[in-house]
């Protein structure tokens, strides 16, 4: 299996533009798709990006995700920060060999 | 509307069996569009996915390798409902478990149940 790294946490301003990465350890970060889910305490998470730049229905356009070859990595770009946003950021993909691998989770604050 | 819906106990102890049940509302169990899976979450391990199972003409069950002689997946038609069995736990599988569903055709694990935190603890 390989590992997703993501940042422990994050910070930024209300209104300003914040770039949560996840890294790939291993293989290509193109040869599965990426999911990004947020989750707040005590609730468990929902999806806000799916197939690494989708948005479910009801996800705000603020929310984008993207890939990167070059850095083996994925993003979570959250624009127009809001307090609401304020939660746990998780990236999900399929190792190929029937297994879910998620990251550790991204702390997002906003102040 | 769909809908999941956990029970089981919140406490076990260790070296015993550890049983959940996720009753499913709005879809089958023996959908052909989805899969349903198990998937816990500690502050130590944060999420981990367990395993999973869905019918497609039979049925098929994928486990972590890291609980795979441990765990078994046990669908229900008749109840519409997803049991998980792990056995032989100890403390490090003190966790909120989860069940959730995904959608076949996008991967997206697009419904989950409330979450049943285990403790495994004499």
């Known amino acids: 299996n390989f590992i997703l790294t993501q940042p422990h946490s994050v910070s930024e301003s209300p209104g300003r533009t914040v770039t949560i990465s996840c890294t790939r350890s291993s293989g290509s970060i193109a040869s599965n798709y990426v999911h990004w889910s947020q989750q707040r305490p005590g609730s468990p998470p929902t999806t806000v990006i799916y197939e690494d730049d989708q948005r479910p229905s009801g996800v705000p356009d603020r929310f984008s995700g993207s890939i990167d070859s070059s850095s083996n990595s994925a993003s979570l770009t959250i624009s127009g920060l809001k307090t609401e946003d304020e939660a746990d950021y998780y990236c999900?993909?399929?190792?190929?060999?029937?297994?879910?691998?998620f990251g550790g989770g991204t702390k997002l604050t906003v102040l | 509307q769909i809908q999941l819906q956990q029970s089981g106990p919140g406490l076990v102890k260790p070296s015993q069996t550890l049983s959940l049940t996720c009753a499913i509302s709005g879809d089958r169990v023996s959908s052909n569009s989805a899969v349903w899976n198990w998937i816990r979450q500690s502050p130590s391990r944060g999420l981990e996915w367990l395993g999973r199972?869905?019918?497609?003409?039979?049925?098929?069950?994928d486990y972590a390798l890291s609980v795979k002689s441990r765990i078994t997946l046990e669908p229900d038609t008749s109840k519409n409902q997803l049991a998980l069995r792990l056995t032989s736990v100890t403390p490090e599988d003190t966790a909120v478990y989860y069940c959730a569903r995904q959608d076949s055709q996008t991967w997206d694990f697009d419904h989950w149940g409330q979450g049943t935190l285990v403790t495994v603890s004499s």
């Open positions: 199972t869905y019918y497609r003409s039979k049925w098929y069950n």
């Open positions: 999900q993909s399929y190792d190929g060999s029937n297994e879910w691998v």
